[in-house]
């Protein structure tokens, strides 16, 4: 009996120097077992970042002698986006020596000749645009859904022209666009390195406190046309400790 009591008072204290140490909050406050005889709480929750805790506390019921805990956490997923109207310059029809040639009859010394900068300013943007829409008119344009933070332009614009080249490839069966379809799939930055570096900005978010990793809970929908176990390698080259981390998340 005293080696089981010294064990439980050392099981007990390391538990509380753990707690200590990491600044943790217990945050169930209610009994979680309840006999004829005794009211006990001994299902614990334990949070280091209270701010994110939207509640916590104790369901119960009867599937066990032992109570549900729980805890909502604000995980920082926002809710479905709605659409957003986007603007943007078409140049289907554009023709850059058409364009440089009216730019050329633009009588750009009014400009010069203004001897205030906000009047001189006022001018060009009115000159400019005037011959920028005619080249290249504005568009309006609904899009739905959430962007993605980890496509920036240099991979949205890859993507194009891989897919481009792929549709060229399949109805012409040239060996060329095969093998520019080929090099547009492995140019510039891959999904996966942008992904890895998005990953790294979020894991700097949630050792601050500002993000769960419950994010992570929608990305592999973005990714379920690629093999996740060779995903995993990929990322695992590229940031040794991160898919061990998202895993133990």
Known sequence: MMA?????KRDKQELLNFWRAYNFTQLIKEPTRITDTSRTMIDLL????????VKSGVVPVPLSDHFLVFCIIKAGITAKAK???LEYRSYKNFNPTLFNDDLRDI???????????????FVWNKMFPEVADQHAPMKRRRVKGTP??????????TMKERDWAHRKARKSNSARLCSMYAKLGNKGLSTT????????EVLLNMEQGKLCGAV????????????????????????????PFLLNW
């Not at 334990?46 to 805790?53: A, K, S």
């Not at 993605?148 to 614009?157: A, C, E, R, Y």
């Not at 929608?218 to 940031?239: G, N, P, R």
């Open 46 to 53: 334990f949070d280091n970042n209270e701010q994110r805790i």
């Open 148 to 157: 993605l933070p980890w496509v920036n332009s240099q991979i949205s614009d």
């Open 107 to 121: 009588p750009w010394h009014i400009v010069e000749n203004e001897d205030n900068i906000d009047d001189a300013l």
């Open 193 to 200: 390195t942008a992904l890895t570096s998005f990953a790294d």
């Open 4 to 8: 089981s009591s010294k064990l439980q």
């Open 83 to 85: 659409p957003r109207i």
């Open 216 to 243: 992570f809970v929608d990305l592999t929908k973005a990714f379920d046309t690629v093999d996740h176990q060779i995903m995993s390698c990929k990322l695992s080259e590229i940031s040794s400790s991160l898919v």
